[in-house]
């Protein structure tokens, strides 16, 4: 089956940078798209962006431009999602989420199978 | 300020029927069949349930089942039991420019 196993959490300052990785089993890790979605604290989700594990492209949400990088290990079948210059609001629970569609078609597929998460803490 | 708009909380008896709607605009909902709903239990990921408006994943109980009509999406779910106590989130694909995917605020199931 599906299993996606993210790193633990994590405590920054702000101005900090944080990376959190995703480790995919039971399914061709090349194969499907893996996005990044956050929650804060008693909040909603919010999409940050994708990755393709094939190619190593991606596409972020506007407002993490030039803030996120996301990369993957094709060796490891592990995926990585790093931010920088970080805030008190980035303090989020953040998600890897396997796309439902390959990589050979847009990402308009739909989040199938998600990692358990990692809380990310910022504070001085 | 969420993209698609959800109401904040609903509740039913076990075994009675509701239904949660997802308002979004002509950029999301009302352009695309690549709408999704998402249940969450506390402190759990969330949990795909239904994608492109109305398909479940293997494995996800037929009460489930979701509609589009224009720029709104709808969730049923029938027959409630206690443990379909959870928040649900709907989402979108979306042709915005600044991002490829919306979700709604979510919607607070309680189960009385």
């Known amino acids: 089956q599906v299993q996606l196993v993210q790193s633990g959490a994590e405590v920054k300052k702000p101005g900090a940078s944080v990376k959190v990785s995703c480790k995919a089993s039971g399914y061709t890790f090349t194969v499907y798209y893996m996005h990044w979605v956050r929650q804060a604290p008693g909040r909603g989700l919010e999409w940050m962006g994708w990755?393709?594990?094939?190619?190593?492209?991606?596409n972020f949400a506007q407002k993490f431009q030039g803030r996120v990088t996301m990369t993957r290990d094709t060796s490891i079948n592990t995926a990585y999602m790093e931010l920088s210059s970080l805030r008190s609001d980035d303090s989020a629970v953040y998600y890897c989420a396997r796309g439902l569609t390959t990589v050979m078609a847009a990402a308009t597929g739909s989040f199938d199978d998600w990692g358990q998460g990692t809380l990310v803490t910022v504070s001085s | 300020q969420s993209a698609l708009t959800q109401s904040a909380s609903v509740s039913g008896s076990p075994g009675q029927s509701i239904t949660i709607s997802c308002t979004g605009t002509s950029s999301d909902i009302g352009s695309y069949n690549y709408v999704s709903w998402y249940q969450q239990h506390p402190g759990k990921a969330p949990k795909l349930i239904i994608y492109d408006v109305t398909k479940r994943p293997s494995g996800v109980s037929n009460r489930f089942s979701g509609s589009k009509s224009g720029n709104t999406a709808s969730l049923t779910i029938s027959g409630l039991q206690a443990d379909d106590e959870a928040d649900y989130y709907c989402?979108?694909?979306?042709?915005?420019?600044?991002?490829?995917?919306?979700f709604g605020g979510g919607t607070k199931l309680t189960v009385l």
């Open positions: 990755i393709n594990p094939n190619s190593g492209g991606s």
């Open positions: 989402s979108s694909y979306t042709s915005s420019n600044t991002l490829d995917w919306v």
